[in-house]
């Protein structure tokens, strides 16, 4: 793949980070360098597992391409990771190998297993040819992000990745001669993906070190970023952050959260001449839909359509499809989804049913054919016997601005069994009675918050997600606000 790029543009700029910047013919030929020295410690890298614990950047990158492109299957570990959690995944992917800077090794448990890049780096590199995958196998094992519990570790095929470059440089309308910033944690695949996608077509990715607003801002200073990849809460730091706008800047690609209205409206301000693209997708199932930005006055509430050679279905509870607007369960079928969840026969076989794909996301779809998200399916609260999707009673809270981010939670309670509670944190002091009012203005009842908690801000996963989880526990320590 990437061999292709450097015969068409050896001199070309592939990566720019915050420490070096590197061509293709570089690029290939580190890479290369990589495989071998790798072959020195596995022999034949074909089918091994090589986990990576690597600083954001070039290294992480190339040890990606070198391990994928030898038929070896590459396994991302997240630095934000408790001990407990390294220790459980290593149980988990049993990997053949962890490749480690060694600012990070301390991270780890002790392991024979274990080598610095450093030290890969000082190793002779091996007279011998690497080997290919084919398209059927697995590349990549990817982990949720949770900060709590137990990451669950995704199977990708290279044909679920690739497959689907050219859709998606097609819709998203990208040219080898962009500059894409891809500022967020490669361990993430929203982040991951664009990075590969960049260097697949030939443009010249730019990454952080870890994304700050003031270092992403920098990068655009220095460089003509035309392309940003972000998630919501990204945005939201960045336009507080600047008030010099980026004339250079034509698409901004958002992910990973429903962009709030109030947002979107607002990035005009610092980006005048970029175009905001969202999509909907999910590690296990690549791209589903998208929403274009001529759409976000009469559908901006939705996901956006389907994806070229993505189709959707959304089923009641008792398996008859859902009319328009009606909702249901969302299952996918692609090319592009995973394969499964590693070491979880009985989740996997939950989620694939029949050749379609679901991942318990609640959805309608309306007669258009534009997708809305309700919620998750395991976020759902029972109170009183009635179901109520904690996304729903956040998206009209989010319309308030003083909120900056809310999470609403279902709490056990003995008189409705669990009882709506919300958890937010604001940029100005704000009353309960508002907060009744407003819930009462725009919500029956029984889905208004019974109790308000205000935090200075909310616990993410890597991928810049609430951490629910997390919140649910900071319950314990906080106090109601009163009327």
């Not at 038929?71 to 407990?84: L, N, Q, V």
């Not at 697995?138 to 990708?156: E, L």
Request: aromatic share 10%.
């Amino acid at each position: 793949m990437i061999g292709n790029i450097m015969q068409q543009y050896p001199e070309k700029t592939a990566i720019i980070s915050d420490a070096e910047h590197i061509t293709y013919g570089e690029l290939t030929a580190q890479i290369t360098t990589l495989q071998k020295q790798l072959s020195n410690q596995l022999s034949d890298l074909k089918g091994k597992r090589v986990a990576l614990l690597l600083e954001n950047g070039t290294d992480f990158l190339k040890m990606f391409f070198a391990v994928s492109a030898s038929g070896g299957i590459a396994i991302p570990f997240d630095p934000k990771w408790s001990g407990r959690q390294f220790s459980m995944v290593i149980q988990d992917c049993k990997p053949d190998l962890i490749v480690v800077h060694k600012s990070l090794q301390s991270k780890l448990p002790e392991s024979s297993l274990v080598i610095t890049i450093e030290e890969l780096n000082q190793l002779k590199a091996e007279d011998t040819k690497p080997q290919s995958g084919n398209e059927q196998d697995i590349f990549y094992i990817g982990y949720t992000s949770g900060t709590t519990g137990t990451p669950k570790g995704f199977m990708r095929t290279h044909q679920s990745w690739f497959a689907c470059f050219a859709d998606c440089q097609h819709v998203f309308g990208l040219q080898p001669k962009d500059h894409i910033l891809s500022p967020g944690p490669l361990v993430h695949s929203h982040f991951l993906f664009a990075a590969v996608q960049a260097l697949h077509m030939g443009a010249t990715l730019h990454v952080c070190k870890s994304f700050t607003p003031q270092a992403v801002l920098q990068k655009m200073k220095e460089h003509p970023i035309t392309v940003l990849y972000i998630v919501p809460t990204m945005f939201e730091s960045l336009l507080q952050s600047s008030d010099e706008d980026v004339q250079s800047l034509r698409k901004i690609i958002s992910s990973g959260a429903k962009w709030k209205k109030e947002s979107k409206e607002r990035a005009p301000k610092l980006f005048p001449n970029a175009q905001m693209i969202e999509f909907f997708g999910a590690s296990e199932l690549s791209f589903v839909t998208y929403l274009m930005p001529y759409e976000h006055a009469h559908k901006g509430e939705t996901v956006g359509r389907v994806f070229p050679n993505v189709e959707l279905q959304v089923k009641k509870q008792d398996g008859s499809l859902a009319k328009p607007n009606e909702i249901g369960e969302l299952y996918v079928k692609s090319l592009w989804v995973f394969s499964g969840y590693l070491n979880r026969p009985e989740e996997t076989a939950q989620v694939f049913q029949d050749g379609w794909v679901t991942i318990g996301d609640l959805a309608s779809i309306d007669e258009e054919g534009y997708l809305t998200i309700i919620g998750r399916k395991h976020n759902m609260i029972i109170s009183g016997g009635l179901n109520i999707y904690p996304e729903e009673v956040e998206q009209i809270f989010s319309e308030l601005p003083q909120i900056e981010e809310i999470a609403v939670l279902g709490v056990e309670d003995k008189y409705w069994g669990e009882k709506v509670v919300a958890v937010l944190s604001a940029n100005q002091p704000i009353q309960k009675e508002s907060l009744d009012q407003h819930g009462k203005r725009f919500l029956p009842s029984y889905k208004c918050p019974k109790e308000y908690y205000v935090v200075d801000q909310l616990p993410h996963t890597s991928s810049g997600k609430v951490a629910r989880k997390k919140v649910k526990e900071m319950l314990g320590t906080l106090t109601p606000i009163q009327s």
